[in-house]
């Protein structure tokens, strides 16, 4: 497996808010799912209609980080055991 992140198209179906308000974009796959995102995720000028291509990549920061979060709580929780 390379490390090329792994790209999608997403097309941007709609464009509305939710009962608090916020503005969020519906997009929809190739194959038909769904994913709803805040609006402010896509592009600017981003429109109903246009074609996204997405692509997802690893974070191995963000997980380490994580992670001595999760051990630091399981210490306070469970003692240094």
């Known amino acids: 497996m ?3 992140p792994a790209a999608i198209r997403l097309t941007v179906d709609e464009i509305g808010h939710d009962q608090d ?3 969020f974009a519906t997009l929809v796959s190739d194959s038909g799912q769904q994913l709803t995102v805040p609006l402010e995720l896509l592009p600017g000028g981003a429109r109903v ?3 996204l291509a997405v692509g997802f990549s690893l974070d191995p ?3 380490e980080l994580c992670r ?3 051990s ?3 210490r306070r929780l469970f003692g240094s055991g």
């Open 21 to 23: 308000n916020h503005v």
């Open 49 to 51: 209609g246009d074609v």
């Open 72 to 74: 630091d709580l399981q």
């Open 2 to 4: 390379d490390n090329e």
């Open 68 to 70: 001595r979060k999760i």
């Open 61 to 63: 920061d963000e997980r």
